[in-house]
């Protein structure tokens, strides 16, 4: 039988997702397993597999396209069997879940996506029983909450099964929109008249997934920061040492050392390795830290597991190979999601000092600079010594200022003298 | 309080009711020498003698009748069936008569009974000895249907029955007789009939358990809690007709979902009749669809893999509530 196949969630905080091509064309059969399509999603570019073999019949969102979670991209079935209904069904679906986008002409959507299917138009035409009525699925608390706030259901996006606005949506609306991944506002951006020219680009999955983690952040993380310098000819030298000893492929680099020596610390400090979480503070056992990675259209951060327990070649190959797969899109969800910490080092831009955006549900990020060749007193002398600053943004609602000042001397000291690292 | 298996607390109960009320007396299959099939019994027929504690023939038809005509005639009987499954050769008698009797009597004659036993699946006892029975009873206007989970309710909720004037179905399972709790010293504890227990307070989504069910669904609010961070509510309504639809309301208002689990099959289950009545009540309120986790649509199964696959368990209670929070 002829079924639509929706757009399915291909990571955890994915809510749509553009066609970035169709592997196989309309009319081809496939089996169970087989890549129908590659999809973008907010993270990376993910294959689509089927779940069982058929027949593409027809193509609702050509490459390029948008559609949100369990939106119609495509029906499949049997070759020969009858689609108008499905059709029909399609475009009226293809029209409501526009609907947020474009709540005030939900029609002109529907007559796209018919115009689309135009060698099947004609019984498209008389099958017009939900076509374009813009049909709202909602939760009845979610309707109630809705009614009783003013918020308009037909800018919440659902979040349930088949777009269902569930009560988190309407909490999420209230709260301003794009907390924990579900229901978000739409807005429509402001077009000034006889200013600057401007170009619009459609915002990426990625910077809306960006904007929406560091807005929450921001506001609902009483966040502090703590700086420090730390002098880093030890660790400089300890990173010549090795490097004159492996083959060029296993060299390593002064952040794979500032990697490991994090995660030792993190160990000693289990208030920096925790997560607020309400009524709840947790603990993790392991220093999974999560090393930001600049990418072209904005910022992925795979995650290095236990560090303390690898060594520096190990930590130097597994963030190549993290970075690599980053710069492609290939990571996989647990590659980058479920760090308990994070490192964010703009040294090599030649930063000298920042601050640095905690990813909740973490507790503290380390923003580290360059280490500069620095005039410093030592034992009464001006001496030349090699200053690396590091500022660590804490959530308060975990880490105190001692807390992280602790945490930080230990990170200090180990770089400073790399053999505490052994203690 | 005293720790107490809900078989020694079902038999306490009988011994108290036994030794406040002359016109107590407790009848059915090996109840008296032998002490019980399930030792519900143990020791009444030898501290209380052939009058008080009465064995029968194998002939449930009969000895409910004769239990029917004692009620009638001012006595408080309690009946025991072995299992609730040959309760069905019986029903003639508790259907038509027990239940009809005062309403057809114009108020006449009372018929102050009590039928009780093991309801429910047990260990590998097959299609005709693993019946829920609690939709079939609580159809039938005039019927009072009591599921206790715990030691102390079963304590409470047994006299309660034994002292009401109308004919009461005391459903107990035979897989929880051996379940330990805390019961309330003393002999005058009883808890109302028509009154749930929250067995467990919880925000996000609000479990429906009744007798197996209940130890069930609080291990799968625990895993719950402990992996998904959800609070769950167990609301166990104790007493299934009547029904205290008011406390489910009130959890389903504070949760806005709703499990419900239970042993017996689904098809116009009592969680039929509660989802209805939340429906009813609560619609506005809900975030999800009801779920409900009954035992499959089959004679229950002898192999002990695919009685195990036809039962609720903790694993399909935890799939239906992350169903309904949308986990």
Redesign the interface.
């Known amino acids: 039988m002829a079924e639509k196949f929706l757009m399915p969630k291909l990571s955890p905080t994915m809510e749509e997702g553009q066609i970035s091509r169709w592997v196989i064309n309309e009319g081809d059969d496939f089996s169970a397993g087989d890549t129908l399509a590659e999809v973008d999603t907010d993270k990376a570019t993910m294959e689509m597999t089927a779940l069982t073999g058929g027949t593409l019949l027809k193509v609702i969102k050509p490459a390029g396209s948008t559609a949100a979670l369990g939106e119609t991209i495509a029906i499949t079935g049997k070759k020969g069997e009858d689609i108008t209904a499905l059709l029909a069904e399609a475009s009226s679906n293809g029209s409501e879940k526009k609907a947020p986008a474009e709540p005030k002409e939900p029609a002109p959507v529907a007559a796209a996506a018919v115009a689309s299917t135009a060698e099947v138009s004609a019984p498209v035409a008389t099958s017009t029983s939900k076509a374009g009525n813009g049909r709202v699925i909602v939760?009845?608390?979610?309707?109630?909450m809705a009614a009783d706030n003013g918020v308009d259901l037909r800018a919440v996006i659902g979040?349930?099964?088949n777009g269902r606005i569930?009560?988190?949506d309407i909490e999420a609306a209230l709260a301003g929109g794009g907390s924990s991944g579900s229901g978000r506002v739409a807005f429509t951006p402001s077009t000034v008249v006889g200013a600057s020219a401007y170009n619009d680009e459609p915002t990426s999955q990625m910077r809306r997934v960006i904007a929406s983690r560091l807005a929450e952040s921001i506001g609902p993380v009483p966040t502090f920061y703590l700086t420090t310098e730390i002098e880093m000819d030890n660790a400089l030298d300890l990173r010549r040492a090795i490097n004159a000893s492996v083959p060029d492929e296993q060299k390593i680099s002064v952040n794979d050392i500032i990697v490991k020596v994090a995660a030792l610390s993190l160990v000693k400090h289990p208030y920096v390795n925790a997560s607020y979480?309400g009524d709840?503070i947790r603990f993790y056992e392991q220093p999974d830290i999560g090393i930001a990675v600049a990418i072209d259209e904005g910022l992925i951060t795979p995650v290095v597991r236990g560090a303390n327990l690898k060594g520096f070649v190990e930590i130097g190959a597994e963030i190549r190979d993290l970075a690599a797969k980053a710069r492609s899109k290939k990571l996989l969800p647990e590659e980058y999601t479920g760090a308990t910490f994070s490192i964010s080092n703009l040294g090599m831009f030649g930063i000298k000092e920042f601050t640095a955006i905690i990813n909740p549900p973490e507790a503290g990020i380390l923003a580290v600079g360059n280490a500069v060749p620095t005039a410093v007193v030592r034992e009464g002398a001006v001496v030349v010594r090699n200053i690396m600053n590091v500022t660590m943004s804490c959530d308060h609602r975990v880490i105190d200022g001692a807390t992280g000042a602790k945490f930080l001397q230990t990170f200090k000291q180990m770089l400073e003298q790399p053999a505490m690292m052994l203690v | 309080m005293a720790v107490l298996t809900i078989r020694d607390a079902l038999n306490e109960a009988l011994r108290e009711e036994i030794l406040r009320d002359e016109n107590v007396f407790v009848m059915g299959e090996e109840v008296a020498e032998y002490d019980g099939a399930y030792k519900v019994t143990r020791g009444l027929w030898k501290e209380f003698g052939d009058k008080r504690v009465v064995d029968t023939p194998i002939t449930e038809l009969g000895f409910a009748a004769v239990g029917v005509g004692a009620a009638m005639a001012g006595l408080r009987p309690v009946i025991e069936f072995m299992t609730w499954n040959f309760s069905i050769l019986a029903s003639d008698q508790i259907i038509n008569h027990a239940a009809k009797m005062l309403y057809m009597s114009g108020g006449q004659f009372k018929v102050p009974i009590v039928f009780r036993g093991p309801n429910g699946s047990a260990f590998q006892v097959s299609s005709q000895h693993s019946q829920a029975l609690e939709a079939f009873y609580a159809n039938f206007p005039g019927l009072k249907v009591v599921m206790p989970s715990t030691a102390a309710d079963a304590k409470g909720l047994l006299k309660s029955s034994i002292r009401d004037d109308n004919p009461v179905i005391f459903l107990e399972q035979e897989r929880m007789y051996g379940l330990k709790g805390e019961v309330p010293e003393g002999d005058d504890f009883i808890i109302p009939l028509g009154l749930a227990d929250i067995k467990r307070e919880g925000t996000d989504c609000t479990i429906v358990a009744r007798s197996m069910t209940v130890p069930l669904a609080l291990q799968a609010a625990e895993k719950i809690q402990a992996e998904f961070?959800v609070s769950v509510e167990v609301v166990d309504p104790r007493t299934i007709k009547p029904l205290d639809i008011d406390t489910i309301v009130g959890s389903v208002q504070k949760t806005?979902r709703l499990v419900i689990a239970e042993e017996s099959h689904e098809f116009a289950s009592v969680g039929a009749e509660i989802t209805y009545q939340v429906m009813d009540r609560a619609?506005?309120?809900?975030?999800?669809p009801i779920k409900r986790v009954s035992t499959a649509e089959t004679p229950m199964p002898y192999a002990k893999n695919l009685e195990a696959a036809a039962l609720p368990s903790v694993e399909k209670i935890i799939a239906a509530v992350k169903d309904v929070c949308?986990l």
């Open positions: 939760s009845p608390i979610a309707a109630r979040s349930g099964p569930i009560k988190r979480q709840k | 961070d806005n619609f506005d309120h809900l975030d999800a949308y």
